[in-house]
């Protein structure tokens, strides 16, 4: 059922007649209000005491020009609007964090694809976010200097706003410093009450990650043998029992930081990893080897994983890139399955090391050759496990409104989990779906919003990505 409106926000000049802590209100959002009534406006996290007057005559919310700016609102913007428990509630309000760079970027009007797309996303939902860094939040009054963009004058604007009802936690690629303030900032920001996050967790330790994923029967069985390095004598432990082992750094991504070592048949090892192109090395010494990880890791924990040998195409290793996303009802949906088929011999799959990108049916139909019912079959299964490792990371971490999950499948057609990615970047999505696809991918975020900040509307909400 549907429990919230659409409205634009309109701020009325002092020489009106509305008096300055009154709100005038369309009847249907307050269809049970028939004459004045002493309410609060709530707009991110803050609110304010104010007089709500039912309105015949506009489908506008207007209240006064020096109400607006305490609330940090302004013309024009197009939101959810709902009244609950005698408060007039403006949102969700979602702040997306990103890094400083990024952000200066934006303040160019430098946004690229991906934050535009965001930024669509957003409006389509009737949702008013905007980007921000730890350095942009005035906490004495609750106050953010964040950036949107404008879609009628088709630019971008720095505005002073509340802190926000919901975190979208999109911050990666910090500096040391940068890492340091984003991580008080997210400290912070957990000890406001009404605030709450699209993903509980901004990114997941691969060790820490594995630890609590073997304490499931249901998953321990998907896992690859993996262990912590400490020294050499890991790495030698792991050889003994593996032909083939990767060296990951516990938070890396993107494919970088990543070693994969093999046994060859003289009793030497090869050992190879991508930067910029594929490096691969001949050695008789395992210290060698974990000399080179520690130098490519830059002195981060790193751990040793069993080698799987998978699904491949020409030589070239195959994986999945699952990225799954919470609807407007908080329950999981697949939004895109992308195969992954590494080029040139390269040890990792990631995008940024040139990998091709297939629909899942496409790769599995038509590049490797799986018949019908194998595919279905298969999707079946990745399908449950999806699931299953959804639901541990939850009562792990707590709540998540999306993830990217990287499966293995192996000559066998076993499957293997690998990694989950709180911050999952679309990459794989934008290179293999279609434009409804890529939409859903950008849009279920704000949907999820939604859901987290109690706006709900079941009106046809899975057909609002056009």
């Not at 024009?76 to 408060?87: A, E, I, L, Q, W």
């Not at 004598?233 to 792991?238: E, I, Q, R, V």
């Not at 000559?411 to 690998?418: G, M, Q, T």
């Not at 434009?435 to 859901?451: L, S, V």
Request: aromatic share 10%.
């Amino acid at each position: 059922m549907r429990d919230h409106f659409y409205a634009v926000i309109e701020s009325m000049p002092a020489r009106s007649s509305l008096k300055s802590n009154s709100v005038l209100v369309p009847c249907n959002i307050v269809s049970q209000m028939s004459r004045p009534a002493k309410a609060k406006i709530k707009f991110g996290l803050k609110e304010k005491a104010v007089n709500l007057i039912p309105d015949q005559n506009s489908k506008k919310v207007r209240l006064p020009k020096e109400l607006a700016k305490d609330l940090n609102i302004f013309d024009g913007m197009d939101v959810c609007v709902k009244y609950k428990n005698d408060t007039l509630i403006l949102g969700p309000l979602v702040g997306i964090l990103i890094n400083d760079s990024a952000f200066q970027r934006l303040c160019k009007g430098k946004a690229g694809n991906k934050r535009m797309r965001l930024m669509s996303a957003a409006h389509r939902s009737h949702i008013f976010a905007y980007f921000f860094t730890a350095d942009n939040i005035i906490w004495s009054d609750r106050t953010v200097r964040g950036t949107f963009y404008k879609h009628d004058t088709d630019s971008w604007e720095v505005v002073q706003l509340p802190l926000p009802d919901i975190l979208y936690d999109r911050g990666g690629g910090f500096s040391r410093a940068g890492s340091i303030k984003a991580l008080e900032l997210r400290k912070q920001l957990n000890n406001f009450k009404g605030l709450r996050k699209v993903n509980a967790q901004h990114y997941f330790s691969k060790w820490d990650l594995y630890c609590r994923l073997s304490k499931y029967e249901d998953i321990k069985k998907y896992l690859p043998d993996t262990m912590l390095y400490e020294n050499v004598s890991t790495l030698k432990a792991m050889l003994n029992k593996h032909d083939m082992v990767y060296l990951k750094s516990c938070t890396g991504s993107n494919g970088r930081e990543i070693i994969r070592v093999k046994k060859l048949y003289d009793s030497s090892y090869e050992y190879d990893y991508y930067k910029n192109s594929v490096i691969k090395i001949k050695t008789d010494s395992l210290r060698k080897i974990a000399d080179a990880a520690r130098k490519l890791m830059h002195g981060r924990k790193f751990i040793v994983q069993q080698g799987i040998e998978s699904l491949s195409y020409n030589g070239n290793k195959v994986d999945l890139r699952a990225l799954i996303q919470k609807s407007y009802e908080g329950e999981w949906l697949v939004t895109s399955l992308p195969v992954r088929i590494a080029s040139g011999g390269c040890p990792v799959t990631s995008t940024k090391s040139g990998s091709s990108v297939y629909k899942f049916e496409e790769a599995f139909l038509d590049v490797l050759k799986f018949n019908y019912k194998q595919v279905e079959d298969i999707r079946k299964d990745i399908y449950e496990l999806l699931s299953a490792v959804a639901d541990a990371i939850q009562k792990e971490y707590g709540s998540f409104g999306e993830m990217g999950i990287d499966i293995l499948i192996d000559n066998d057609l076993k499957l293997w989990f690998i990694e989950s990615n709180s911050k999952p970047a679309k990459d794989t999505v934008l290179k293999s779906g279609t434009e409804e696809e890529i939409m859903k991918a950008y849009q279920r975020p704000f949907e999820y919003a939604k859901y987290l900040s109690g706006f709900y509307d079941s009106i046809n909400m899975e057909n609002k990505y056009e």
